[in-house]
């Protein structure tokens, strides 16, 4: 059974940076595609950093290219997301999640079979 722990989280001044982290254990880190979706209260989960098996193609949506940087590295088992430039909208909690699903291109929470528990992101203005 594929676990995921997200770290990192916290409370941070609007402008301010936050990384995260996400270690994988219990399935074959290497061949997934990784996903961060941030949900805020109320809200549905949404797509914000993806990043291929290999970490050669990642994925942004406008609202955070050039803020946010997912990275990963497959020797520890572990997918990250750099967050800078952070506004108050981007409080949430942020969850990690594992896909098979090869193509970044329409990838979307349902693509995602396993994911962890969350880490509060708090941005203050």
């Known amino acids: 059974q594929v676990q995921l722990v997200e770290s990192g989280g916290g409370l941070v001044q609007a402008g301010g940076s936050l990384r995260l982290s996400c270690a994988v254990s219990?399935?074959?880190?290497?061949?997934?595609?990784m996903g961060w979706f941030p949900q805020a209260p109320g809200k549905e989960r949404e797509l914000v950093a993806a990043?291929?098996?290999?970490?050669?193609?990642?994925y942004y949506p406008d609202s955070v290219k050039d803020r946010f940087t997912i990275s990963r590295d497959n020797a520890r088992n572990t997918v990250y997301l750099q967050m800078n430039n952070l506004k108050p909208e981007d409080t949430a909690v942020y969850y990690c999640a594992a896909s098979f699903h090869r193509d970044l291109v329409r990838l979307s929470g349902a693509h995602f079979h396993s994911w962890g528990q969350g880490t509060q992101v708090t941005v203050s203005s």
């Open positions: 219990g399935g074959t880190f290497s061949v997934y595609t």
């Open positions: 990043i291929n098996w290999s970490g050669g193609d990642t």
